[in-house]
């Protein structure tokens, strides 16, 4: 069975850095795509960042230069390290992984307010 479980949110204020995990079972990160994605009140889920198994990464223009994604291949786990956090990353992140087949999280709550 495929688990992919998020944490590290939580309440930080504007400027502020947090760094998301996303700890898997059932599948190898090293042979997937791994993203986060994050959806706040009222809005789509909107893509964030990308690595690909070539270690290829990828971000949307709105957190490009703030955040970095990686991963722990020998932990099977994804980060997410975000800085100069603004209100508006405000979501909830999600994390998710695509091969063959798409698995998501539950999602970790990110509110960023002063």
């Known amino acids: 069975q495929v688990q992919l479980v998020e944490s590290g949110g939580g309440l930080v204020q504007p400027g502020g850095s947090l760094r998301l995990s996303c700890a898997t079972s059932?599948?190898?990160?090293?042979?997937?795509?791994m993203g986060w994605y994050r959806q706040a009140p009222g809005k789509q889920r909107e893509w964030v960042a990308i690595?690909?198994?070539?270690?290829?990464?990828d971000y949307a223009d709105s957190v490009k230069g703030r955040f970095i994604i990686s991963r722990d291949s020998a932990k099977n786990t994804v980060y997410l390290q975000m800085n100069s956090l603004k209100p508006e990353d405000t979501a909830i992140y999600y994390c998710?992984?695509?091969?063959?087949?798409?698995?998501w999280g539950q999602g970790t709550q990110v509110t960023v307010s002063s």
């Open positions: 998710n992984a695509r091969q063959s087949r798409t698995y």
């Open positions: 690595i690909s198994s070539s270690s290829n990464t």
């Open positions: 059932g599948i190898l990160v090293s042979v997937y795509t």
